[in-house]
């Protein structure tokens, strides 16, 4: 299997907790990577703080990037980064991708991920949705994105809000086609 190239971006929405399972996944899952390239928004820095009560997304090996740099190698395709995860995803994120609107890093990176046609998943997080928002998901699927809602299953029976929220995850990281040891339906 070759090695791939992710982009993670953490937008203000709650459910910071999604993106910090993640990163630490994606730790366990260094092995598969070539590299990860992390953007987080202000605001995803302070909801982290907020819920989580800390700053540990500082200690992650991974290289981030300015919220603003459009030197970052995922602003161009040329860079062959397969794979963007945007975890949670705001609702104004979404919306900004879906028009097209690359005002930022993060936008930037998504509209270059579905013009290149490689995979953008974007793990949404409210509710409940407006027309509005139903309507920049269709547009985001129709141009080639994954809306993955943060909706977690329960038939792991899950015993920690951490242990919920990796059922998200691992999905996630089913869609983004990294090989995990996870729950699987029926499956001993």
Request: charged share 20%; net charge positive.
């Amino acid at each position: 299997m070759s090695k791939r190239k992710l982009i993670v971006a953490i937008t203000g929405a709650s459910g910071s907790v999604y993106a910090k399972l993640l990163l630490d996944n994606l730790l366990k899952l260094s092995a598969q990577l070539e590299k990860v390239g992390v953007v987080m928004s202000d605001n995803a820095k302070e909801v982290w703080r907020f819920e989580l009560g800390n700053q540990d997304y500082n200690n992650y090996p991974f290289t981030f990037y300015p919220k603003m740099d459009f030197n970052a190698p995922f602003a161009s395709g040329s860079a062959k980064y397969d794979t963007m995860i945007i975890i949670p995803c705001s609702m104004g994120t979404l919306g900004r991708i879906a028009q097209g609107i690359s005002n930022d890093l993060i936008s930037r990176a998504a509209d270059v991920v579905l013009k290149e046609r490689r995979k953008l998943i974007a793990v949404v997080r409210d509710s409940p949705f407006s027309l509005i928002h139903i309507n920049n998901m269709k547009t985001l699927t129709e141009a080639g994105g994954i809306v993955c809602p943060a909706n977690p299953s329960f038939y792991s029976i899950p015993k920690t809000i951490e242990e919920v929220a990796q059922t998200v995850v691992s999905r996630v990281i089913d869609l983004a086609g990294l090989e995990q040891d996870t729950y699987r339906w029926n499956e001993k």
